[in-house]
């Protein structure tokens, strides 16, 4: 069986999980402080990140290439399209979520709210807490956008884009981050993927000290 070491409301972590169990990989989930360096630890992944996915006798490091090595392993049922172009769409949303939604957003409200609190590393930095708060809205605007377009993110099929865009979104919704009224179309887009089964066991994560919001595992909130 698969391995996988996670935080809970880790988004890249929550990512990988998403595709596991997209593709009915069985795993393991093994709960990683990271940030106390375990020297067992470090030695599968000398970069003191998650995730960490031990699998066919490997163990790797690093969310985006994970997610597509289990998408060239495991191809059923696919998260990346066949044509170059869809191909090419998807990796930049995964890029856009991972990188500037990461660094504008979830750093500044997940991160400044719970890692902080924690890894014992002091008490959130409200200017970046009010950052993060005003760039939600023009990212959760520019998926409205996409939205109004398209039938999910990249396209008209689910890809490994709606599960990025969807774990980042899915950890901010957990310390109620999110402003589901202003866009009825990526509220309905969040209840649409929130409902398949690739996403119950992220709805059943419990983290100490930060209780769910009643809506939460609510698919249909």
Not at 46 to 71: F, H, N, Q
Request: with cysteine; proline share 7%; glycine share 2%.
């Amino acid at each position: 069986m698969a391995k996988l070491y996670h935080v809970p409301l880790s988004p890249f972590c929550r990512k990988v999980r998403l595709s596991l169990a997209e593709k009915k990989i069985e795993c393991e989930l093994v709960e990683e402080k990271y940030w106390e360096k375990d020297p067992d630890f470090l030695r599968r992944n000398p970069a003191a990140k998650v995730p960490v996915l031990k699998i066919d006798g490997r163990t790797m490091a690093e969310s985006a290439a994970i997610c597509e090595y289990l998408e060239e392993k495991y191809p059923e049922p696919p998260l990346m399209p066949r044509s170059l172009d869809a191909r090419y769409e998807v990796r930049r949303l995964v890029g856009w979520f991972d990188d500037k939604f990461h660094n504008e957003v979830t750093s500044k409200l997940l991160y400044e709210r719970v890692n902080k609190k924690v890894t014992k590393q002091g008490f959130p930095d409200s200017a970046n807490v009010k950052a993060g708060a005003k760039a939600i809205k023009y990212h959760l605007d520019y998926m409205a956008w996409l939205l109004d377009h398209r039938r999910w993110l990249a396209g008209d099929t689910m890809t490994l884009a709606d599960f990025a865009a969807a774990a980042h979104l899915s950890s901010l919704d957990y310390i109620r981050d999110v402003d589901w009224n202003r866009s009825a179309v990526v509220k309905d887009w969040y209840a649409k993927i929130k409902s398949r089964p690739a996403f119950r066991s992220i709805l059943a994560d419990q983290v100490p000290g930060f209780p769910q919001p009643p809506h939460y595992a609510d698919l249909d909130f």
